[in-house]
Nanobody
Framework: QVQLTESGGKLVQPGGSLQLSCAAS???????MNWYRQAPGKQRELVAR???????IYGDSVKGRFTISRGDAKNTILLQMNDVQPEDTAIYYC?????????WGQGTQVTVSS
């Protein structure tokens, strides 16, 4: 099993930046980690993914603005969010893939507003 804890969500103005962090309790058997987001009334969407060899993919709406990476801290991934827009407002969830098993964090709220 793995437990995930997200942090870093906050209120930020349009055009600003912030960084989310996801800390996993273990990493040995994790195949990939993802950031998803969901806003009220909208479907959950993939924001970014990073696999065990650090290949990354991004959702179309965030390409060129967001970057997923591994943090220096143990068992941590980051989501650097630049040039954020009101449409980025959502709860952001971290997940981890362990073969056929998927684990989710509780989410962290990001609000982009002037």
């Amino acid at each position: 099993q793995v437990q995930l804890t997200e942090s870093g969500g906050k209120l930020v103005q349009p055009g600003g930046s912030l960084q989310l962090s996801c800390a996993a309790s273990i990493s040995t058997f994790i195949n990939a980690m993802n950031w998803y987001r969901q806003a009220p009334g909208k479907q959950r969407e993939l924001v970014a993914r990073i696999n065990s060899v650090d290949n990354t993919i991004y959702g179309d709406s965030v390409k060129g603005r967001f970057t997923i990476s591994r943090g220096d801290a143990k068992n941590t991934i980051l989501l650097q969010m630049n040039d954020v827009q009101p449409e980025d407002t959502a709860i952001y969830y971290c997940n981890a893939e362990l073969g056929a098993r998927v684990f989710w964090g509780q989410g962290t709220q990001v609000t982009v507003s002037s």
